[in-house]
């Protein structure tokens, strides 16, 4: 795999040019995530880190030690000091979750997700709900057979499979999705499709506005070629 350096580029409020990239750390895939108190947060991959920043950027100290880790690390944090962390186990066999309660200092084991899943992504609703979304199978793997969600109503201790976003078709396996919330509790999810297990043909979207219980008829959106 590709290893490069990670390199932050800032710019200052109303600024009108950003200044000098500095080197963060070395890894792939980036996720960047921050809070308006100055912390800043970046997962990335081979290996497995979370970069944290508590001064807007301006120094840096990374956790590499994950059990257990493989690739695609995501972050979220909240301005109270919470911070998730989730990524894929070895072997691709589920998704291990932790928390920080004071701004990454420590950590704590949280819940996980067993199987061939990939591509996670988390997301939380205005009520604490977490969610997080991922594909059964993976281009590489077994073939996926659709889109889920799972759900956390007790802050990432537990998380359980909840819903089937999409499944795959005859057509398309859908993969690599993405999830967000909106501020009345909507959630929206988007993921991709392919034809070949090579290439990804078309991007496709559904909407939950029942917190993730159910979900709109998906439909593709873009096509790639």
Not at 6 to 29: D, F, H, I, M, Y
Not at 110 to 120: K, N
Not at 205 to 217: E, H, L, N, P, Y
Request: charged share 15%; with cysteine; aromatic share 12%.
């Amino acid at each position: 795999s590709l290893v490069l350096s990670l390199n932050l580029v800032q710019a200052p409020q109303g600024a009108a040019a950003w200044l000098p990239a500095q080197t963060v750390g070395k890894g792939s895939e980036p996720c960047l995530v921050a809070d308006d108190r100055g912390n800043v947060y970046i997962g990335t991959q081979s290996p497995v880190a979370v970069y944290m920043s508590h001064d807007w950027g301006a120094t840096w100290t990374g956790k590499t030690d994950w059990p257990n880790a493989f690739c695609d690390p995501v972050v979220f944090t909240l301005p109270n000091g919470q911070l998730h962390v989730i990524y894929l186990k070895n072997g691709v066999q589920g998704i291990v979750t932790w928390t920080s309660q004071d701004f990454g200092k420590t950590f704590t084991s949280a819940g996980s997700l067993s199987g061939p899943l990939d591509r996670e992504w988390i997301a939380r609703s205005p009520d604490g709900t977490l969610s997080i979304v991922y594909s059964h199978g993976y281009i590489g793997g077994p073939r996926a057979t659709g889109i889920f969600l799972a759900q956390s109503k007790d802050n990432g201790k537990t998380f359980q499979q909840t819903t089937q976003v999409a499944p795959s078709n005859e057509v398309y396996e859908m993969v690599d999705p993405y999830l967000q919330s909106g501020p009345d509790g909507k959630l929206y999810a988007m993921w991709a499709a392919s034809k070949d297990r090579k290439n990804i043909q078309e991007y496709w979207f559904a909407a939950s506005s029942d917190g993730g219980k159910s979900f709109s008829k998906p439909y593709s959106v873009a096509k790639t070629h």
